[in-house]
């Protein structure tokens, strides 16, 4: 997980105590993450600042993940990676994560751990895409 130092991260999700519990941990590790506690200030945070992985809540208030994926996309295309980690496990929103560019998708509760491995997982493929774009 040392590809993980570079990574920068945005967490957006509404719910205030899991956001802070998350970044307790992203910065324990010494990794890069900020957090948006709406769909519309992650996209405010989005679109002027570089990001590489983007943990995505789909149910907030406002603009919910769905709306945030889609406008994410048509601003940086697939120059990021998304998860989405969600609390309700419905077949057809994952479905529809994937069909706009989700490029994973985890259920809440999860470990920080885990959340990492596919964080890193992520990360990776987007560090070969790039590599593949740059040639």
């Known amino acids: ?7 920068r991260m945005l967490f957006v999700d509404d719910e205030e105590f899991f956001l802070n519990s998350l970044l307790k941990h992203m910065r324990r590790r010494n ?14 945070w ?5 990001v590489d992985v983007v943990i995505l809540d789909i149910r907030m208030p406002g603009l919910n993940g769905l709306e945030v994926l889609r406008e994410m996309r048509a601003i940086k295309g697939e120059d990021f990676k998304v998860i989405i980690l969600s609390g309700h496990a419905h077949t057809d ?7 706009l560019g989700a490029n994973d998708y985890l259920l809440k509760p999860c ?16 560090l070969e895409h ?5 040639k």
Request: proline share 4%; glycine share 4%.
């Open 111 to 126: 470990s920080v751990d885990e959340l990492l491995e596919r964080i890193d997982l992520v990360y990776e493929r987007l």
């Open 93 to 99: 929103i994952a479905l529809e994560a994937m069909r």
């Open 130 to 134: 790039r590599q593949a774009s740059s």
């Open 1 to 7: 997980m040392n590809s993980l130092t570079n990574c």
């Open 46 to 50: 989005f679109k002027n600042n570089p």
């Open 31 to 44: 990794l890069c993450a900020t957090a948006a506690p709406s769909g519309q200030a992650g996209l405010d």
